[in-house]
């Protein structure tokens, strides 16, 4: 009797968890009808409480496999011109600003510098888009990001939030709420 109670109390709260799961949200350098534009997709995969020695009960959310990482550092005033995403990747933002703008759309860009908003996926390679994106880097200092490809151009699993619009500050509460223990 015990022992059915204990299973039902143990299904409840799985059930309980995956009803509060949430999955990182980030903004996508994407690309529709061969042109480049902003999306802000919600991965998949949810963030759980970790059991990796050192962080255990934090929370985590797996990105996925990644292949080649690269380290850039950009002068301030630096300006990429148009072009593409050589591939399919993830780029974090460590030191600096970057601006990223698109060809048809001068309503919309996105600044990202480090922090929760640092982090974006890049999916606007010449065969999606041919013309891709801008980025300038007018901040003082150098501009320090760290390009990751996925493992054989993978894309992971997500939602879209908004399919013409980067991911804005309620994307990025889930996160704050986390900041004390
Ligand atoms: C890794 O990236 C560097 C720089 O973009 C490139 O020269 C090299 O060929 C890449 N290596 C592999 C295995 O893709
Ligand atoms: C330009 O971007 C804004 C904000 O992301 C979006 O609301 C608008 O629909 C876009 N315009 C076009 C023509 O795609
Ligand atoms: C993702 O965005 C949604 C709102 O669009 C928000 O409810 C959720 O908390 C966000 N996730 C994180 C980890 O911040």
Not at 112 to 119: I, K, R
Not at 149 to 163: F, L
Request: with cysteine; net charge negative; glycine share 8%.
């Amino acid at each position: 009797m015990l022992r059915i109670f204990l299973f039902y109390l143990a299904v409840l709260f799985a059930s309980f968890d995956l009803a509060l799961s949430v999955g990182l949200n980030v903004t996508v350098i994407g690309a529709r009808d061969g042109k480049t534009r902003f999306e802000c997709w919600a991965l998949s995969a949810p963030f759980v409480s970790s059991e990796q020695f050192g962080i255990v009960g934090t929370e985590t959310a797996a990105l996925g496999d990644v292949t080649n990482i690269t380290y850039n550092v950009i002068p301030a005033g630096f300006d990429s011109g148009f072009h593409n995403a050589p591939t399919i990747q993830w780029t974090i933002v460590l030191n600096g600003l970057a601006v990223v703008t698109l060809q048809d759309n001068s309503s919309v860009s996105v600044t990202a510098s480090m922090g929760e908003m640092g982090l974006l996926f890049f999916t606007d390679t010449k065969d999606v888009s041919p013309d891709g994106h801008r980025s300038v880097y007018p901040g003082i200092t150098e501009t320090i990001f760290l390009q990751i490809p996925t493992k054989d151009a993978a894309t992971p699993e997500h939602h879209v939030v908004y399919d013409n619009a980067p991911c804005a500050g309620p994307e990025f509460v889930g996160l704050r709420q986390w900041a004390t223990g």
